[in-house]
C-alpha cells in the first residue's frame, strides 16, 4: 500500500517596501507645511467680527474700476478647506508629484493668500476703508528687474561662475542707463547704456574670476561695493544746475505699449500686455535663455563647463572661453534690469536706487534651482511678497517690523517645503586651469 505525500507550500510573503529617505523627508516637510498652513487659516477665520471687506479688480479705483464689497467669511473657510485636503493627502503620502503637485502646492498658496487678505482688510472700522487690489501689477513692476537678474545669475553659475555682483550690475545699469536717456534726450538709448554698464560689471567679473582665479563670492562683494561707491561718487558730481543736469540725470521713462486684444483680458491683460519694452523683453528673454541653455549646442556647452569642466575639455570645448560668453551674456540681462529702476520707471537716478534687489535676484536663482523657469518663478514670488508688503501698509493690522520680514519669511517657508535639497552645478566657483 502506497501513501501519496502532499507539500504544502509556504504561503508567498509580500516583500516589505522600503521608502527612501528622501521620500520621508518630503513627506514630513508637506506635513509641516500644511499644518502651519491650516493653522492659520483656521486663525484667519475665526479672528474676525466683520468679515465683510472690498475689493478693486484694478490696481487703483476709476471709472472702470468701483470698489466692491465682499463677504469674506466662505473666502476663508474654502481656504480652511483646501490647506485641510493638502494636509489629509501629505499625512497619507498621496500628495501628488510632478506638475499635479505644483498645481495644487500653487492652489493652495493662493487660497492662503485670500484667507490672509480677509482676514488682513476685515474689522477696519470706520472712516477710511482700504480696499484689496489686484496685485498683478505691482507684482509685474518689482519682478521685472528681479527676473533679468536671476536670469544673469543662472547663465553665469550655470557655466560655473558664482555672480555675486548682480546688485553691482542693476546700480551700473541704472546710472548710466539715465545718463545716456538723459544725453540723448530718448529713452530706447537708456537701454544700450543699461546693457553696456552691465556688461562692463561683467567683463571684470570675468577678468578677476577666470584670469586670476580670485575667490568669486569675494569678488561679487568687492564688486557690488565698486558700483555702489562709484555712482554715488559720479551722481555728485553733477551740477544741481536744472540747465546742466538735465543733460546727465532727467532721462525721459519708456512709453507705454498697449498690445490689442491681449490688454483687454479682465484682470491680467492690462498688467501683463499694457507694458513698456522692458518689460516685454523681460518675457522674451526667460524664453531665450530656457531655449539656449536646453535646446542648443552653446547651452549644452554651457552646462558641461559648470558641471565637469576637465570632461568638457578633453573634448575639446574650451572651458574659460565659453564660461567668458555666458558671464557677459548674463551681463546684458543685468544691465537690462538696472535700466528699470531709471528709464523704466522712475527716470532719474538716485543712490543704491536698487535697494539690494540684486541680493533677492540671487536668492531666486538659488529658489529656482538655477534653471531659468524656476527662477523666473521664484522672482516673480519675491515681487509677489515685496508687492504685498506694500498693499497690507495701509492697513493697520500688522507691525511695520514684521510687514518688512514677510518676503523673506515667505521664500524659507516656500523653501523648506517645496523646494527642499538643491545643488548647485558641481563647479560652481572652482577655477578651471588647463592642465
Keep these: 500500500m502506497s501513501t501519496t505525500a502532499t507539500a504544502t507550500a509556504a504561503?508567498?510573503?509580500?516583500?516589505?517596501?522600503?521608502?527612501?529617505?528622501?521620500?520621508?523627508?518630503?513627506?514630513?516637510?508637506?506635513?509641516?507645511t500644511f499644518a502651519i498652513a491650516t493653522a492659520l487659516c483656521i486663525f484667519f477665520a475665526l479672528a474676525v467680527d466683520d468679515p465683510n471687506v472690498r475689493y478693486i479688480l484694478g490696481e487703483r479705483v476709476t471709472k472702470e474700476f468701483q470698489p466692491?464689497?465682499?463677504?469674506?467669511?466662505?473666502?476663508?473657510?474654502?481656504?480652511?478647506?483646501?490647506?485641510?485636503?493638502?494636509?489629509?493627502?501629505?499625512?497619507?503620502?498621496?500628495?501628488?508629484?510632478?506638475?499635479?503637485?505644483?498645481?495644487?502646492?500653487?492652489?493652495?498658496?493662493?487660497?492662503?493668500?485670500?484667507?490672509?487678505?480677509?482676514w488682513v482688510y476685515a474689522d477696519q472700522g470706520e472712516g477710511f476703508t482700504a480696499a484689496i487690489t489686484n496685485p498683478i501689477p505691482g507684482t509685474i513692476r518689482i519682478a521685472t528687474p528681479l527676473v533679468?537678474?536671476?536670469?544673469?545669475?543662472?547663465?553665469?553659475?550655470r557655466a560655473g561662475v558664482i555672480n555675486i555682483a548682480i546688485e553691482g550690475q542693476f546700480l551700473a545699469g541704472a546710472f548710466f542707463a539715465a545718463i545716456a536717456a538723459s544725453l540723448a534726450f530718448q529713452p530706447y538709448t537708456g537701454l544700450l547704456g543699461g546693457i553696456l554698464a552691465g556688461v562692463?560689471?561683467?567683463?571684470?567679473?570675468?577678468?578677476?574670476?577666470?584670469?586670476y582665479q580670485?575667490?568669486?563670492?569675494?569678488?561679487?562683494?568687492?564688486?557690488?561695493?565698486?558700483?555702489?561707491?562709484?555712482?554715488?561718487?559720479?551722481?555728485?558730481?553733477?551740477?544741481?544746475?536744472?540747465?546742466?543736469?538735465?543733460?546727465?540725470?532727467?532721462?525721459p521713462t519708456l512709453p507705454q505699449l498697449r498690445i490689442p486684444g491681449l490688454a483687454d483680458i479682465p484682470v491680467v491683460g492690462a498688467a501683463l500686455f499694457d507694458q513698456t519694452v522692458l518689460v516685454y523683453l523681460m518675457y522674451l528673454s526667460v524664453a531665450l535663455v530656457t531655449f539656449l541653455l536646453y535646446q542648443t549646442r552653446w547651452g549644452l556647452r554651457v552646462r558641461s563647463v559648470g558641471e565637469h569642466p576637465k570632461a568638457a575639455d578633453t573634448v575639446g570645448i574650451k572651458v574659460n572661453r565659453t564660461r567668458w560668453q555666458a558671464v557677459l551674456l548674463g551681463g546684458v540681462f543685468a544691465g537690462l534690469g538696472g535700466a528699470y529702476y531709471t528709464?523704466?520707471?522712475?527716470?532719474?537716478?538716485?543712490?543704491?536706487?536698487?535697494?539690494?534687489?540684486?541680493?533677492?535676484?540671487?536668492?531666486?536663482?538659488?529658489m529656482g534651482r538655477w534653471h531659468p523657469l524656476g527662477a523666473t518663478a521664484a522672482a516673480?514670488?519675491?515681487?509677489?511678497?515685496?508687492?504685498?508688503?506694500?498693499?497690507?501698509?495701509?492697513?493697520?493690522?500688522?507691525?511695520s517690523e514684521l510687514l518688512g520680514a514677510v518676503p523673506y519669511l515667505a521664500t524659507i517657508i516656500a523653501v523648506a517645503g517645496f523646494v527642499g535639497r538643491v545643488r548647485p552645478p558641481a563647479a560652481d566657483g572652482e577655477p578651471y586651469v588647463k592642465s
Design 214 to 251: 580670485v575667490n568669486q563670492v569675494v569678488l561679487g562683494v568687492v564688486l557690488v561695493a565698486l558700483a555702489s561707491g562709484l555712482t554715488s561718487f559720479l551722481l555728485g558730481q553733477i551740477p544741481g544746475d536744472p540747465d546742466v543736469k538735465q543733460y546727465f540725470n532727467e532721462p
Design 148 to 157: 533679468l537678474g536671476a536670469l544673469a545669475g543662472v547663465l553665469c553659475e
Design 200 to 211: 562692463g560689471i561683467a567683463a571684470l567679473l570675468g577678468v578677476f574670476a577666470l584670469r
Design 343 to 366: 528709464v523704466g520707471s522712475t527716470g532719474a537716478f538716485d543712490r543704491d536706487v536698487s535697494a539690494g534687489t540684486g541680493f533677492i535676484a540671487l536668492a531666486a536663482v538659488i
Design 380 to 399: 516673480v514670488f519675491f515681487g509677489f511678497m515685496l508687492n504685498l508688503q506694500t498693499q497690507i501698509s495701509f492697513v493697520d493690522k500688522l507691525p
Design 68 to 118: 466692491k464689497d465682499l463677504n469674506g467669511s466662505w473666502v476663508a473657510w474654502l481656504a480652511v478647506a483646501v490647506s485641510a485636503v493638502a494636509l489629509v493627502l501629505a499625512a497619507v503620502n498621496r500628495f501628488p508629484r510632478g506638475a499635479a503637485g505644483v498645481v495644487l502646492g500653487v492652489l493652495v498658496g493662493l487660497m492662503f493668500y485670500l484667507g490672509f487678505l480677509m
Design 11 to 32: 504561503p508567498e510573503t509580500q516583500p516589505t517596501r522600503i521608502r527612501e529617505r528622501s521620500d520621508v523627508h518630503r513627506q514630513i516637510r508637506l506635513v509641516v
